[in-house]
């Protein structure tokens, strides 16, 4: 059920339909699959494929972390940190993502790194960040990479370096990041870490702004 559901709200070899996909999805997770709960939960947390209900999307996903479902987990740690459908609470939402990366969920890495980049529900810790965010790349993270990118243009926690970053936001960008593709465009048109190429920068903007990506619309629209 879990699969036919992700067909239908990713649109693989049906017609893209989200009220069928969480109908799938709401009938495997009654039947105890948790994936299904993990993501019916989701529907319902985020108002896909039916009304939004949060407390309600909570409920499922409280129960797939039963299971130790990893990605449950890592929601729920989102729901303590952004205070949807749970109390916000940065030690809850720490303490679940340290679980969910435990289990080799590379989003939650991805978002204990920012907890430890930024001080949020941990001591301030760049090094550690570092370490999630390798974790979290070495996984193929594209958000991890552009994450660690910053952290090689700013130096924290690592040598600065220009090259490491431009490395970092060319495998991000060619993984789909917005933000990559406009910070190695930007890196691209002033020449920090490669050669200066205008038409490159130009072309990565324009990826960026194909996205809907503020920055990179606005970027391209400079450039003429």
């Not at 870490?193 to 990826?207: C, F, I, M, V």
């Amino acid at each position: 059920m879990g699969s036919l559901a992700w067909c239908y709200e990713h649109g693989r070899g049906v017609e893209k339909n989200l009220e069928e996909s969480t109908r799938w999805f709401r009938q495997g997770a009654e039947g105890g699959s948790p994936r299904c709960m993990c993501d019916y939960g989701l529907h319902l947390l985020h108002g896909v494929g039916a009304e939004r209900r949060p407390e309600e999307g909570v409920e499922w996903l409280l129960q797939a972390e039963e299971q130790e479902y990893p990605y449950a987990i890592f929601a729920l740690g989102w729901c303590s940190e952004m205070g949807e459908g749970l109390p916000q609470d940065w030690g809850k939402a720490v303490e679940r993502y340290q679980r969910a990366a435990d289990l080799g969920e590379a989003a939650a890495m991805k978002n204990l790194g920012i907890c430890y980049e930024n001080g949020a529900g941990v001591a301030k810790d760049p090094e550690r960040a570092v370490e999630w965010y390798e974790k979290a790349a070495q996984l193929g993270h594209a958000s991890a990479m552009c994450c660690l990118g910053f952290l090689y243009e700013t130096g924290e926690g690592v040598d600065q370096s220009w090259e490491e970053a431009v490395n970092w936001y060319r495998r991000s960008a060619e993984a789909g990041s917005a933000r990559a593709q406009c910070n190695l465009a930007w890196c691209l048109e002033n020449g920090k870490g490669s050669e200066q190429d205008l038409t490159a920068a130009l072309e990565w903007y324009r990826r960026a702004a194909d996205q809907g990506d503020a920055r990179g619309l606005f970027s391209v629209a400079r450039f003429y």
